[in-house]
């Protein structure tokens, strides 16, 4: 198999061609002709179903998860489209309780109308073996967001298959280069590209990948029928942007150890979490079943009087509620509803040189 790098700069490309760019730009077609008086074969006919903009992300994410990749708006759009494609009435699902809030807001309201058994899990678990009794599926996330912490894949896939329920797997924070939940059993495996994937702050988009051909075929269905489709300049500048993943990570978690390391001993901090220290609670499963660690870590200072000091004395953090981009940023998630202490910062290093990152933060500590 060829490299990371090399799969993020040459996935999904097309075959070279004379005095043609190496990247075709992106397809703003809307209709397309027919060739006659009816469509022929394959081809395209319409933008909602399909273009060439999609199909060439589709190929390179789905090699970097290892599935079929369906792509989508946003995030959330993703994950909405793994629900409504995969649940029906009175299912139950298994939901990380810490993991991204956004996720138990719409399964609590946008799909109340199921009637839904909800039982909630901590990502560090335990898993009873009851939790898994009669599951239509199991939602992981994987290192959760925002706490950080780590369940083993592998092991709650084989439970929950041989329970009958389907696996999927929350992969934002890792990354397809950071982990491949696939190849550790799960059935699907679902992003917000918005983060690390996109990595410049500037584009919303999503994806959901499966090895399951099936699956990818209802899942693109859903998304065809609902009009939940990204836009062609987004998905091009998406597919740009692919390249340099694998030089961004290698920036953000070099700078993410070295902040970890400043800030283990600080006074002003307590609460450090990064899965890539040896120390770090999660260490021990997070090694065994990620590729490389991220960028992002998590810390807590006094209060939010004291978060909003940090942001105000840095010169290079900036308060933002996202994270994965080439510019370090901070979010205080308790403004958000998520259950922490009102000083928990979710940190995400950016690609700053790290220097002069861990001095910025260090004196806007101090």
């Known amino acids: 198999m060829l490299g990371d790098g090399t799969r993020c700069v040459h996935g999904g490309e097309s075959e070279p061609a ?16 027919l060739g006659g008086a009816d469509r022929v074969g394959d081809a395209d006919f319409y933008g909602r179903a399909g273009n060439p903009g999609w ?9 970097l998860d290892g599935g079929h990749c369906v792509l989508l708006p946003s995030g959330m759009a993703a994950i909405g489209t793994l629900l409504r494609t995969v649940l029906h009435a009175g299912d139950a699902l298994v939901l ?10 719409l399964v609590r309201t946008e799909l109340s109308e199921l009637n839904l058994d909800v039982r909630e899990v901590p990502t560090s678990g335990p898993f009873p073996p009851e939790v898994f009794d009669d599951a239509r599926l199991v939602l992981l996330e994987t290192p959760s967001n ?6 083993d894949i592998a092991e709650l896939a084989e439970r929950a298959h041989a329970a009958g329920a389907l696996v999927a797997v929350d992969n934002t924070t890792a990354t397809p280069l950071g982990q491949r939940p696939l190849e550790l059993g799960a059935d699907a495996v679902v992003a917000s590209d918005t983060k690390a994937v996109c990595g410049h702050s500037d584009l919303l988009l999503g994806h959901v990948s499966t090895a399951d051909e099936e699956l990818a075929r209802r899942l693109t269905g859903t998304r065809t029928l609902s009009g939940a489709i990204p836009a062609p300049f987004e998905t091009w500048l998406a597919h740009r942007s692919l390249a340099t993943l694998d030089l961004r990570l290698e920036r953000q978690a070099a700078n993410a150890a070295a902040l970890a390391e400043a800030l283990a001993e600080h006074t002003a901090v ?60 901070a979010d205080r998630r ?29 004196g806007a500590l101090d």
């Open 270 to 329: 307590s609460g450090l979490r990064w899965p890539g220290a040896s120390s770090d609670p999660a260490h021990g499963p997070a090694s065994r079943q990620m590729r490389r660690w991220g960028g992002v870590l998590r810390f807590e200072l006094r209060d939010a009087e004291a978060v909003r000091r940090l942001l105000e004395r840095s010169r290079l953090v900036s308060g933002t509620t996202s994270f994965g981009g080439v510019h370090s940023t």
């Open 146 to 151: 925002p706490g950080l912490d780590v369940c």
């Open 18 to 33: 004379v005095a043609e760019p190496l990247m075709p730009g992106p397809v703003f077609a809307a209709p397309y002709h």
């Open 334 to 362: 308790a403004q958000w509803g998520d259950p922490v202490p009102e000083g928990f910062v979710r940190f995400s290093a950016g690609c700053e040189d790290t220097a002069d990152l861990v001095a910025d933060v260090l």
């Open 96 to 105: 990380p309780s810490d993991g991204y809030y956004a996720t138990r807001d």
């Open 55 to 63: 199909r060439a992300l589709e190929r390179a994410l789905g090699e």
